[in-house]
């Protein structure tokens, strides 16, 4: 670190919530298995960042990670989150349990888009942690340079 300042500062990371969540679906998922989206892609806030998923749509892995990615796309987050944990929550213990393990221990997820919420919060030193553990995995890497 050259310089730091409120380091371990508790924010909301809004978007950058989806490092975590791009991460997990590079780790966890075969990138080219094909995905039904539930009616719950089109439950999130009107107006905000999405590619329009339409409840039984069928995408590849692949696909809802370069939405997520590219378009930060908050519909392909739920039908990351519902595929790799059973549900949004489901999906919000596995970020969590990962973001444990590498040591981000000043966070605590509740969603995979980074929608507002008071216990949806991380600080810059533990997204810095997870952002670097994304830059190990070649898939991740292939889809942030894009």
Do not use: W
Request: net charge negative.
């Amino acid at each position: 670190v050259l310089y730091e300042k409120n380091a371990d500062a508790k924010m909301f990371p809004a978007s950058t919530t989806k490092i975590m969540t791009g991460l997990l679906g590079c780790e966890y998922e075969n990138l080219d298995e094909k995905i039904t989206a539930s009616p719950n892609v089109v439950n999130i806030m009107r107006g905000s960042s999405q590619i329009y998923i339409e409840p039984g749509e069928v995408l590849t892995m692949r696909e809802l990670l370069y939405a997520l990615f590219l378009e930060s796309a908050n519909d392909a987050a739920i039908a990351i989150a519902e595929h790799l944990g059973g549900s949004v929550e489901g999906f919000a213990e596995l970020m969590n349990e990962r973001a444990k393990s590498l040591g981000a221990v000043n966070t605590h997820f509740v969603n995979p888009n980074g929608l507002h919420d008071n216990n949806h919060y991380t600080t810059a030193r533990d997204l810095s942690i997870i952002a670097r553990e994304g830059m190990k995995n070649p898939a991740f890497r292939e889809f942030v340079k894009t």
